[in-house]
């Protein structure tokens, strides 16, 4: 990749940032803690996070799932755009990122339409399946990567027909066509991404991105009967 192609990208993504994303005190105070914090810089971008804000009013979605909170600079962009009485359930492993994302929901006002569960996914998932909390209406899934396959499993699990699930870092700055990669979040990123081609309840697409973060992408699908496809 030139440079100067990777500072083009950078330079157009501050342009739509500062038209389109510019950041609120909220926002703006979220990402300060969880640099102070030294939480790691992995957040969705500015531009990424009203992505997801925009998503979720699009499908009108009234419950939605997260899974991978960090600080919840995405929790906020998604919380923002609930309807009145919308919720998100949001799976952290870590008990301390949990912690500095419930400060920064509440103080961007958005801590009561939360629910943080602190725990390994892949024990907090069926667990929301088993207590019957599904389905949700919108699923992001932007955790650790080499879990992907069974975090889509889980999440067709907890969908209706016409749940979209939105899949975040698929791209890996390109790495994703390595096929005889052994890197865990390769491994993983590939398998979910054949699943999602096979899974005859999805139907799905895939698109690249530059910007601030360099080059990676988004996976989305839509969950559907199967006689639909
Ligand atoms: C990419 S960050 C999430 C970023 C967040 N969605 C945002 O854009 O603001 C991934 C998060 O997933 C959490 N995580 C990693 N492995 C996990 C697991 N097995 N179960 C739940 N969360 C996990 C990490 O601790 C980290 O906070």
New binding site residues.
């Given amino acids: 990749m030139k440079k100067d192609s990777k500072l083009l990208w950078t330079e157009v993504d501050e342009y739509f940032t500062g038209l389109l994303a510019p950041g609120d005190a909220e926002l703006n105070a979220a990402v300060k803690t969880n640099r102070q914090a030294r ?2 810089e ?3 971008s500015p531009l ?2 009203k992505f997801l804000h925009v998503l979720v009013r699009i499908t009108q979605a009234k419950r939605v799932l ?10 906020i962009c998604m919380a923002r755009a609930l309807p009145k009485g919308g919720r998100i359930v949001t ?4 008990p301390r ?1 949990a912690e500095i994302a419930r400060a920064n929901l509440r103080r961007a006002k958005m801590l009561a339409r939360v629910d943080i569960r602190i ?4 024990q ?1 998932l069926p667990v929301l399946h088993s207590s019957g909390e599904g389905p949700f209406d919108f699923i ?1 899934i ?3 990567k080499e ?1 992907n396959p069974q975090y889509l499993e889980w999440a067709v699990k907890l969908s209706r027909p016409g749940t979209v699930i939105l899949v ?2 698929v791209a890996r700055h390109g790495a994703v066509i390595e096929s005889k990669s052994t890197e865990p979040d390769i491994v993983g990123t590939r398998r979910m991404m054949k699943q999602m081609a096979k899974n005859p309840r999805l139907s799905a697409t895939a698109l690249q991105t530059v910007g601030v973060k360099g080059l990676d992408g988004f996976a989305i699908a839509v969950v559907e009967n199967a006689s639909e496809r």
């Fill in positions: 939480l790691p992995i957040d969705v990424q996070g997260e899974i991978g909170t960090l600080g919840g600079y995405s929790t799976l952290e492993f870590e990122h725990g390994p996914a892949l907090t992001f932007d955790a650790d879990n975040d870092n």
